[in-house]
């Protein structure tokens, strides 16, 4: 069952920008904290940004400044505006939602993924 879509990853030259975006596909019945991460080759995922439920954000040091993450709560949808992005940006990003589904019957928030965004930067 796919929770998150995401959208908007591709290829762009360094100092242009990016805008990311996933949205809850309908199977969520409360979602918490929304973020994206990534992963480059050989390295571990890393946090590029979060933001609850409440719109308090959190940055990676490397993005601050760059990246701005925001969300539409009534359509369980978060973004994440990437300007001027750099080569060592690359990498796949991945959604994340820490939610609550409709199908799951112990009402437990999980972690949910998206099925990751390619974003690729050249110099």
């Known amino acids: 069952q796919v929770h998150l879509v995401e959208s908007g990853g591709g290829l762009v030259q360094a100092g242009g920008s990016l805008r990311l975006s996933c949205a809850d596909s309908?199977?969520?019945?409360?979602?918490?904290?929304m973020g994206w991460y990534r992963q480059a080759p050989g390295k571990q995922r890393e946090l590029v940004a979060r933001?609850?439920?409440?719109?308090?954000?959190n940055y990676a040091g490397s993005v601050k400044g760059r990246f701005t993450i925001a969300r539409d709560n009534a359509k369980n949808t978060v973004y994440l505006q990437m300007n001027s992005l750099k080569p060592e940006d690359t990498a796949v990003y991945y959604c994340?939602?820490?939610?609550?589904?409709?199908?799951?019957?112990?009402?437990?928030?999980?972690?949910?993924w998206g099925q990751g965004t390619q974003v690729t930067v050249s110099s």
């Open positions: 933001i609850s439920s409440d719109d308090s954000t």
């Open positions: 309908g199977t969520f019945a409360t979602v918490h904290t």
């Open positions: 994340h939602a820490q939610a609550i589904s409709l199908s799951d019957k112990t009402l437990q928030p999980r972690d949910y």
